[in-house]
């Protein structure tokens, strides 16, 4: 299989009025073509940092990323990027909020509100097409927000966090509905997260980083066995409890 992204020797540092900050040291590794990969460390480790490198909004330091074989520089279209808010806007309907980065692309064809309105009927959402933000459950609108960023048909998603606003029980029911959509609309997908269960539950492999600076502690490629993988199912698999383990051990999270 292939490599969509390669990330080279990444390095960050931030200025700021107590001085520097070194954010990310060394980073290296690769997302294959398909791949669910996740991203987990201690908070402040520089997750959201690395995410921002990787969409190519945030200039590194030092190293590069390659995007099928390109170094990426500013926003790409090859990229789509949710975050933890889903960042809907409360007084635009539903189709209006997925229509946005269509609208902000220039890219509004009839054949692109096509192709969001069959999205929106594919994932349960075209009767609340024109229904506003507030009127949808939280999985409701983190669906929306997903297909707001499918819309421009990224080969990338990028997710920082993008589930832990929601309580544990939607949280759940979210994990599985996203995975779907993902796997069926065939895309690469990085997820960061400080939660080692969810990683496991929807990733081939899991990217463990250090505390500030950030830097690569282990790569864990999960296997699980069962006939069919969903988040929810990954999560009673025999082998579950040893990725934890493995991986809170890694952490290394002192209380
Ligand atoms: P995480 O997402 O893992 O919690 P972040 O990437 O948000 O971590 O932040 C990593 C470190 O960089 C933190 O110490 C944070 O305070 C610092 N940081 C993040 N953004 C900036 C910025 N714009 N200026 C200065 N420091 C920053
Ligand atoms: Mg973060």
Redesign the pocket.
Known sequence: MKNVVDIHDIGMK?Q?LDGE?I?LEHISFSVLDGEFLSIV?P???????LLSIISGLLPATTGEVLVNGEKVSGASRQIGYMLQKDQLFEWRTIFQNVLLGLEIQKGLTPEAKEYALSLLNTYGLYEFRNSYPSQLSGGMRQRAALIRTLVTDPKILLLDEAFSALDYQTRLAVNDDIYAIIKQENKTAILVTHDIAESISMSDRVVVLSK?PGSVKKICKIELSGEKRTPLLSREAPEFRGYFQSIWKELDVHV
């Open positions: 931030y700021s900050i954010a460390g908070s402040g480790c520089g997750k959201s940092t500030r």
